[in-house]
């Protein structure tokens, strides 16, 4: 057995980092109140509380009031949706949701009940071979403004790396005056988050996709855009998410990304260069291997492929032998023994999507880590594959 683990799946989640947590741990046992309690204890940690508020605020070109601290990017993908549509149901009649087929099931998923319990129809934008969503699809589909309720597009895919032309799709919203969410869960520290130049209303983040910890995200909610809590009992977060605020946490995903932030222009081209040499080596040292995602418009830290002939999880299981950590895609969606919708949606048959791979960089990755990965690659696809 392998000793030391090479993590190549920072997609599916990251370590948090020991600055990181040494600036949560007070949060636990010294300043404990509860941030909305009149006395001393409370109002230490509302201090706390309205200082990463900020922090955050300003990474991503917002005001305080328009972030909603949440558990998880999945409660924050079904806040915006469900919050967003069935608020503007009700404000003026509209029932389309516009989203697409390379969605994460957070949003998928949300959207598919959104019509089948609540009378929304769903319109799901076509994406190239590569994943790019097609703007001239999003124009069609808003010939007729006044019956959309929302739009959902996600700013990178978490299967194939492709990153989407969300300005673009921003400016068609804006003038068409229809609220855009995006789901930016993997784009977190990884590409420019700033809400107005990606013109959204909406975006949700999750903080252990960038050195933070688990259990905490947020939504970013434009002001004035029309929304409908779905967790409701108390007057938290503005009203718009009751529940007492996971103090530490949200100290924790501020303190993660100000520091992703802060390195992002010296590790992306870090990360890009040694992804690009994980992606030429593959294609070129396994028979059988094609990139999938976008070879351009692709995240830093992301390289995914399918391998013909040759069984995803049978992969993963020889990499873990020899002390590698990858994926086959979504996390999520492994032990479901069913092709990605993902791949399905980029054209690739279930036969090819069977050999999906995926190897997702980070910051504990180095230039050996990437050779000793394509020295080990092409035998365990030989051995697999018989
Ligand atoms: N959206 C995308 C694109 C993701 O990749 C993930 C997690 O993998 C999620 C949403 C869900 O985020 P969380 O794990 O924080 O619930």
Redesign the pocket.
């Known amino acids: 057995m392998h000793q030391r683990t090479i993590y190549l799946d920072h ?3 990251t370590p948090v980092r020991p600055t990181v947590l040494e600036a949560m741990l007070p949060y636990f046992s010294e300043t404990y109140g509860n941030p909305s309690s009149i006395h001393r204890t409370g109002r230490g940690a509302n201090v706390a509380l309205q200082k990463a508020r900020q922090t955050l605020a300003e990474l991503l070109g917002a005001r305080p009031a328009e972030i909603i601290f949440t558990s ?4 924050s ?1 079904n806040a915006a949706l469900r919050g967003i549509a069935l608020a503007r149901r009700t404000a003026t009649g509209a029932r389309r949701i516009i989203t697409t087929p390379i ?2 099931k ?2 998928l998923q949300t959207a598919e009940e959104l019509r089948d319990r609540f009378g929304f129809t769903l319109t799901l934008l076509p994406v190239n071979g590569e994943g790019v969503v097609q703007i001239d699809a999003l124009a069609e589909a808003l010939a007729d403004p006044s019956e959309v309720a929302v739009v959902s597009v ?1 700013l ?3 299967e194939v790396g492709t990153v989407e032309p969300l300005a673009a799709l921003g400016a068609l919203c804006r003038e068409a005056g229809v609220p855009l969410h995006t ?1 930016a ?2 784009a977190g520290g990884k590409l420019d988050l700033n809400v107005a130049a990606l013109q959204v209303n909406a975006m ?1 983040l ?1 903080a ?2 960038f050195y933070g910890p ?1 259990g905490v ?1 947020l939504l970013y909610l434009r002001s004035g855009t029309p929304f409908q809590p779905f967790m409701t009992g108390g007057s938290h977060e503005g009203g718009r998410r009751a529940g007492t605020e996971n103090v530490p946490l949200i100290v924790g995903m501020a303190k993660a990304l100000e520091l992703a932030e802060a390195e992002r222009a010296s590790e992306g081209p870090r990360l890009r260069l040694l992804r690009d040499r994980l992606i030429g080596g593959v294609l070129e040292g396994v028979e059988g291997a094609a990139l999938t995602g976008s070879a351009t418009s692709r995240l830093d830290n992301h390289a995914s492929f399918v391998i013909d002939g040759a069984d995803a999880e049978g992969m993963l299981i020889a990499l873990d032998l020899v002390g590698v950590a990858a994926s086959s895609g ?3 969606a492994s032990g479901a023994n069913r092709p990605s919708h993902v791949l399905d949606a980029l054209g690739i048959s279930p036969a090819r999507a069977a050999g999906a791979l995926r190897f997702s960089l980070g910051a504990s990755t180095t230039p050996a880590d990437i050779d000793y990965v394509l020295e080990r690659l092409p035998a365990i696809v030989e051995r697999v594959r018989s």
């Open positions: 997609a599916a989640t998880c990017g999945t409660e993908d969605e994460h957070a949003i996600m990178a895919n978490n789901d869960v993997q949700s999750g252990h996709k688990k995200g979504s996390a999520c």
